[in-house]
């Protein structure tokens, strides 16, 4: 963990090494990532197994999840967490509803009719973790937008390290309509989701999070599919004022380094005491926590802890960061809100730890990481859509507008598209 403060000589080239670590991350494992793609083009289904058995140290018999283990997973979970999964699947659900959005259709001055028509993909891959840990939630998030979009094919890749698959896993893939379940993980499994495999269709959007080699094997595949974002390691900025209670934020920074080695959990804070009582908690909390070896490695590889002058110090250099999640602890924070450019997601007050965000609050959780921010967004419905624009015009339209397209065509000395719309209009050729 760095303590940083603006006050300091040499706080910028400090600053701007922690900006660096989440880029590296995925950088760091390229060759790894394209050496595995390749194979799995080149052997299929035997390149899956092998991967299989050398990372999540098992070999599958049999690569896709049956309806019928799907069916005795779900059985098995008991019935208080099974409502914890429907509060949070209605949840989510209604929130993706919500951003559903509707076709547009305008008739302009010259008789044109112009529409846009949205439509869902015909198949997509969905990835969810499981190497360090068990996924369920994002189960949930990959799957709801994807059915409400109203995606046909809707294909999830899991690993089970050891063989062991999580029930609770499972059961949310049934409920939220899963087509198709496959117990492979890891840069093959995206690999194979998007160039297939002798048993697994290629699909046309891959979406979904992942450890790094995950993220860059999404990046990776860009462009022989689609893909929703670089959703890597997670990370998160905390802003806070001293009013708030330091083991909170300890908390708050554990959740996100808890996910990962390769996480990164930020405090920005303009007082002192208050940045080092957080620290001190952090300690406490990496005394206690079940998964203290991964969030602590986390905390001394990626944490740091930013001491302000002010707030306006502290969305300056937010907005540098572009975190996967904001959290705002400050006196009025939809103020300090309405400055911040790029984040993923944000929480806003003491009442609202990101952690509820992660499971039931309704917006996604596969957010962009690795300062994709500044230029992504979250899962919503609006990675399983897409738009088709049309046009409709009768003969008055077309000579309303036909000799502009004409002119231009012939500017650009494309005859056939000028002639196909001056035939029309009876328009003599230019001597
Ligand atoms: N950004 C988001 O929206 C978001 C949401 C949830 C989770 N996450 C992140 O997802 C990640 C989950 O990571 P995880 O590791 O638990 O599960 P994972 O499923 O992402 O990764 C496990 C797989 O990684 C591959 N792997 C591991 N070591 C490898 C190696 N040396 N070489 C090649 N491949 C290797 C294996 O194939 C293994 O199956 C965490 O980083 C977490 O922070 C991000
Ligand atoms: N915080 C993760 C996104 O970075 C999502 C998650 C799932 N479960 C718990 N947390
Ligand atoms: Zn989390």
């Given amino acids: 963990m760095i303590r940083l403060s603006t006050t300091e000589a040499d706080f910028e080239p400090r600053f701007a090494a922690l900006i660096e670590q989440a880029r590296e991350t ?8 394209s ?5 799995v083009r080149a052997n299929g289904d ?12 098992w070999k599958p018999g049999a690569l896709r999840i049956t309806d019928a283990e799907l069916a005795e997973a779900e059985a098995s979970v008991e019935p208080a967490l099974l409502e914890a999964l429907d509060l949070a699947a209605a949840r989510i659900e209604a929130f993706h509803r919500a951003q559903m959005p509707a076709d547009l259709e305008m008739k302009d001055a010259q008789g044109l009719t112009l529409g846009m028509r949205w439509g869902a993909l015909d198949a997509v891959g969905l990835y969810v973790p499981g190497g ?18 109203g995606v046909g094919r809707v294909v999830m890749c899991v690993p089970t390290p050891d063989g062991v698959t999580n029930p609770l896993v ?5 409920r939220a309509g899963v087509s198709e379940l496959w117990r492979v993980g890891g840069a093959q499994a995206i690999a194979a989701m998007a160039w297939g495999t002798e048993s697994i269709a290629p699909v046309d959007r891959i979406a979904g999070p992942g450890n790094a080699y995950v993220a860059e094997a999404k990046r990776q595949v860009f462009g022989r599919v689609g893909i929703d974002s670089i959703a890597g390691p997670s990370e998160v900025v905390v802003i806070a004022d001293a009013s708030n209670d330091a083991a909170h934020v300890a908390m708050d920074l554990m959740a996100q380094a808890e996910h990962d080695e390769a996480a990164q959990s930020i405090l920005i804070t303009d007082d002192a005491a208050f940045a080092e009582a957080v620290v001190q908690a952090v300690e406490q909390a990496l ?3 079940p998964r203290a070896g991964i969030a602590g490695e986390s905390w001394r590889r990626h944490g740091a802890v930013v001491l302000v002058r002010n707030w306006d110090e502290a969305c300056e250099l937010t907005n540098r960061l572009a975190p996967e999640h904001l959290q705002i602890m400050v006196d009025a ?31 996604n959780h596969v957010l962009p990481t690795g300062r994709s921010a500044r230029y992504a967004s ?28 004409v002119a231009l065509a012939r500017a650009e000395g494309l005859t056939a598209h000028a002639e196909s719309v001056a035939q029309r209009l009876r328009l003599n050729r230019p001597t």
Avoid at 26 to 33: I, L
Wanted: positive net charge.
């Fill in 170 to 174: 499972l059961a949310a893939a049934r």
């Fill in 35 to 39: 050496a595995i793609i390749a194979d």
């Fill in 333 to 363: 924070p939809r103020a300090l809100f309405s400055r911040i450019r790029h984040a993923g997601a944000a929480f806003l007050g003491p009442w609202c730890p990101e952690a509820v965000g992660d499971y039931v609050a309704g917006p």
């Fill in 46 to 57: 035997a390149a899956l197994i092998d991967y299989t058995q050398r990372f999540d140290r």
């Fill in 132 to 149: 360090k840990a068990a996924y369920p939630s994002s189960v949930l998030m990959n799957a709801i937008p994807a059915r409400v979009a």
């Fill in 378 to 405: 979250g899962l919503s419905v609006f990675d399983f859509l897409k738009r088709t624009t049309w046009v409709e015009a009768d003969r008055a339209a077309l000579e309303a507008v036909g000799p502009a397209a």
């Fill in 287 to 289: 005394a206690t926590l």
């Fill in 26 to 33: 995925t950088a760091k494992v390229d060759a790894a990532v």
